[in-house]
């Protein structure tokens, strides 16, 4: 797939990317940044330990473990319009009720929920980076819409620890269910898709969806690494150090939220960063450094909790690790995306999806237990283990299209 590199950003700023995936990206983040600080506390006031509140966080996780292959076959029979306004609308329902649990397992289910609705936007969301840019585009759409997504991470939290610290911990996620439901109405308001030429009539693809990809070698050892990511990243993206610092540190959702923010505004430059250097060197230009990079940063934090270093200096390594997570954002959707069967591409990243999910409830779980059995600093070196593991399958089993076609361009020319 080729196209003139001069018009690629016109396109990637294109209409329908900014109605269907830019704006939705940035209100679904703010809303979730606004119930970030407010959710360890939130949990914490239903009196459970540190272990249990952290289940809050696996909830919502098993909901997206759980909706990935059924979304993936809704977009494939459906389309991916349906889906991706379909799954704000179930966020935007879960927490409404979140807002008004009476008890600890009553908001566990309401996170699953909304963890199944953020999945099905997710996937969704994927499968049209994957349909509609080109092999040279597809790095800085998905950084675009990473980037939007540490936007709503920067003001979210800010305008969440606020809200709660003056109205209680309950009432961000109202503005939560607000926000999702705004997500919705770009989409609704584009036309609808393209239906696509059934088998067996004029301009239709022979190529049928099927699950015969899953027996590519390249194709499993991929899923095998971006399960080894799920675990790496998934504890640290669902905010299992936001937990941490409120247990270990006694803070607040002011703090939190301000720390969340700093955080955002780290990831914005270094995101747009990596789609470019994506579109322009390759997929493993940016999986490689970034999954080292958290590896390392995760080594420290091991030594901040064995050491029982002071809060500044966690909250420093807390800064190195967020920055390290943002080099890895998108990257691995991207990489997938060029592999993923053009004809089957809503049942990959449903399993793509799924796989992710899978290292991502073990993430928060294992990272709980661990803590809960042997200490904190256990809990934070079983998430740097799973990223090295990222960087040996990824680096040395798994072919990265663009990266080859850029060596043999440049092989060519020399």
Known sequence: MS??????MSRILSRQNILTLYLPTLTLSLGQGIAVPALPVYARSFDVSFGIASTVLVAFAIGGLIAGVPTGYLIDRFGRRKVIIAGPILIAGSSFLAAFAQSFPELLAYRFVAGVGQQMWNIARTTMVAETGADRERGRQMSTIM????LGMILGPAVGGLVAALWGVRIPFIFYGVLALISTLPSSLQAPEAAEPRRGQPGASEEQPSWGWLRSTPIFLFFLGLFFAGISRGALFSGTLNVYAVYAYGVGPETIGFMAGA?????IPITLLA???MDRYGRKASIIPGFTLITLALGIMVATAAFGWPFPVFVAIFLIVQGA?????????VLGSDLAPAAARGRFFGVWQTVNQMGSVLSPSGFALLAETAGAPAGFAYLALASFLVVVLIGWFVPDPVGRKRAVAEAAQA
């Not at 997570?325 to 959707?333: A, D, E, K, M, R």
């Open 3 to 8: 196209r003139n590199p001069v018009n690629s």
């Open 147 to 150: 980037a939007l997504q540490n």
């Open 263 to 267: 955080a955002g505004a780290i990831g």
């Open 275 to 277: 789609g470019t250097v």
């Open 325 to 333: 997570l943002t080099v890895t954002s998108g990257n691995l959707q």
